[in-house]
């Protein structure tokens, strides 16, 4: 089920992307780098998704033990992941594909808020899987 809402999701921004193509707003180009962001991150988020699986199961196994600093440790790692793979999810549900709709002015507003919003959703996704690359 998680697989198929992951693809659906990824499906469904690439659509968005592909349909925005060749738009004749004044904005084009900054959309196209909003999209850049997303679509250089967005096969991260498969991988977040095993990470944070397997480190759920190293938890339940760690919970036995008397290592309280690993325990700990991977539950924040276990945390971040899980953070950015809902804000990735997040951004995508709510990323208006009707942008091109509102005034220029708004445009550029919208366009310009969306490109720092996914900035962080990327840094967010890189710094979890660094640290779920680098947790032993």
């Known amino acids: 089920?998680?697989?198929?809402?992951?693809?659906?999701?990824?499906?469904?921004?690439?659509?968005?992307?592909?349909?925005?193509?060749?738009?004749?707003?004044?904005?084009?180009?900054?959309?196209?780098?909003?999209m850049a962001i997303h679509d250089e991150v967005m096969p991260s988020h498969h991988i977040i998704a095993k990470y944070r699986d397997?480190?759920?199961?190293?938890l339940q196994e760690l919970e036995k033990e008397k290592d309280t600093a690993k325990l700990n440790r991977y539950k924040q790692i276990h945390q971040e992941l899980d953070y950015a793979y809902k804000a990735m999810d997040l951004w995508m549900r709510e990323f208006d594909e009707n942008w091109d709709k509102k005034s220029p002015d708004e445009q550029k507003a919208y366009l310009e808020k969306e490109k720092e919003k996914i900035t962080k959703v990327s840094e967010k996704m890189k710094k979890s899987l660094e640290m779920a690359k680098n947790r032993k």
């Open 1 to 34: 089920m998680k697989k198929t809402l992951l693809l659906l999701a990824f499906l469904s921004a690439c659509q968005v992307s592909e349909t925005k193509k060749g738009n004749n707003s004044p904005h084009q180009k900054l959309f196209d780098e909003v």
């Open 54 to 58: 397997t480190l759920s199961k190293e």
